[in-house]
């Protein structure tokens, strides 16, 4: 225990499981107050297996990393990782259509005016080029090409957005490390009991197998769907969002590869759910998450195992959840992170993000021992509004479609939607308007590419495009596709900055 000449400070922090969530607690901890703040424990049980279904992810990883001051070619060597440059959508707005979501912003703003708006001008003007070919990540992810950022002035070859596909496993052992390596304390074993203050129901100690009993100030829950401190202890409550995301079952399965690992995400829609393909340095993992109301067990391991690119390496794994999130997210001294503060289908890779978000905003009102209910409030406010938003943007994918060729596509397709959603919708559709709320994870671009990806389009274009004649407005576009085609000349194949960043670079 630490002694400080001011009481209330946090002397002690306990963090219940392990895996990506719990690892990359502790290493942000860690990193951030140092080891002489406070004791850091990690109590986490062989025996317990991880859901690891966060393997591919968005460039926010990149600040976590950053902050830990990792070394991106170490990072990506000890995880098998590969380079993402956005996600590949197949079958989602009707059959036989695919659009990527790409990383990073189309074209760029002209005379104080958003690109989109100049766009779909451009559409109404008779240009016909896709909107890919605006964006250097989409034609780069296309294209199988790869490079980081260099340093070439105006170019967009000097701000590449980028993520990563990695081994979550090896992740978290990677973190393991950075962490143990710090002074953070492991603990290994089962927690059998969980003791409340008798005076305030604050969680006071946890009981482990073995009968050692392990105290602290402040607990973080990344046991998983269980929840076993803020639900199982603390009766938190949750919020169920199988109106809006009825997906509740998913098997995940790695195969060998085939060929070259392709430098995005896919995410192929199914009868009755859709399946993400993420690739690896040393295997796929691929998945299928469904609705059992439409598809039995049995058939959804069938259509998965069917529609692999290589020759599985285990039998399909599987996971049950219910969509949705805690009522509160930090219940007294307890503080819930990964799957023990709720569930998002990984459609847009932001499990892990939810998890870097929720750290980056404790450390922001990191509490002492009083625990003030208003910083509390307020966390719980911020992250249960980032969840609202992403949950309506993973909506969206679901009901902007066309699709009518199962009960389930016809369900979405028909349901009713988010208030929040709708809004978006109806601006939208007028004038191909979009609206940044309050810093939302995902931008104008990110909106503008899945709506116009599954064949959502406005009636018109904003006017204030016509600060530019229709001939200038078709020159600059063609200049932003020249521009973009002399860029993707440059960039190597992923293939060959895996071999060789170095060189490749």
């Not at 100049?118 to 016909?128: A, V």
């Not at 810093?439 to 600060?467: C, H, I, K």
């Amino acid at each position: 225990m630490k002694s400080d000449a001011r009481p209330n400070r946090i002397r002690s922090v306990v963090i219940v499981g392990g895996g990506t969530a719990g690892w990359m607690a502790a290493s942000a901890l860690v990193k951030v107050l140092g080891a002489q703040y406070a004791d850091i424990t990690l109590i986490e049980s062989d025996e317990i297996g991880i859901v690891g279904v966060g393997e591919a992810t968005i460039p926010q990883i990149r600040l976590f990393n950053d902050l830990l001051g990792l070394n991106e070619d170490a990072f990506i060597k000890a995880t098998k990782g590969t380079y993402k440059l956005g996600i590949q959508f197949v079958d989602w707005g009707r059959l036989g259509d695919r659009y990527i979501h790409p990383f990073g912003r189309y074209g760029i703003d002209m005379e104080g005016v958003s690109f989109h708006a100049f766009y779909l001008k451009g559409l109404q003007l008779g240009e016909t080029t896709p909107l890919s070919a605006y964006s250097l990540e989409a034609s780069a992810a296309a294209a199988g090409r790869f490079m980081r950022s260099i340093n070439a002035g105006k170019s967009p070859l000097s701000n590449i957005h980028h993520a990563y596909h990695f081994d979550a496993g090896l992740y978290s052992g990677f973190l393991r490390t950075f962490a143990t390596g710090r002074g953070v304390v492991r603990r290994e074993g089962k927690i059998v009991d969980v003791a409340l203050r008798a005076d305030d129901g604050f969680v006071e100690s946890v009981t482990l197998e073995d009968g050692s009993s392990i105290a602290a100030d402040l607990f973080i829950d990344c046991s998983g769907f269980r929840g076993l401190l803020i639900e199982g202890a603390l009766q938190t409550g949750y919020e169920d969002w199988s109106n809006w995301l009825p997906c509740n079952r998913a098997l995940a399965v790695p195969c060998e590869s085939a060929g070259p690992p392709t430098p995005f995400t896919r995410s192929t829609a199914r009868s009755a759910g859709w399946q993400w393909r993420i690739p690896l340095q040393h295997r796929i993992g691929n998945g299928y998450v469904y609705c059992s109301d439409h598809i039995t067990d049995a058939a959804a391991a069938d259509t998965l195992l069917a529609n692999l690119d290589g020759k599985p390496l285990a039998d399909p794994r599987p996971l049950r959840f219910v969509t949705g999130r805690r009522r509160k997210f930090w219940n007294r001294n307890v503080v819930a992170l990964g799957l023990a503060s709720g569930f998002m289908e990984p459609l847009e890779s932001t499990s892990i993000h939810l998890v870097q978000s929720g750290i980056a905003k404790l450390l922001a009102m990191f509490p002492d021992r009083s625990f003030d209910p208003v910083e509390i409030d307020r966390y719980n406010r911020v992250v249960g509004e980032e969840y609202v938003r992403i949950r309506d943007f993973i909506v969206l994918h679901y009901n902007a479609t066309s699709r009518d060729d199962s009960d389930f596509w016809n369900r979405v397709r028909t349901m009713e939607i988010p208030d929040g959603l709708r809004e978006k919708y109806e601006i939208f559709r007028n004038r191909g308007r979009i609206f940044r709320e309050n810093d939302e994870l995902f931008s104008d671009t990110s909106w503008f590419s899945v709506m116009t990806g599954q064949n959502l389009w406005p009636r018109s274009y904003d006017p204030v495009a016509d600060v530019l004649d229709d001939e200038e407005t078709l020159k600059r576009l063609q200049n932003v596709r020249e521009v973009i085609g002399t860029c993707l000349g440059q960039m190597p194949t992923h293939e060959a900055f895996l071999d060789n960043p170095l060189r490749a670079a």
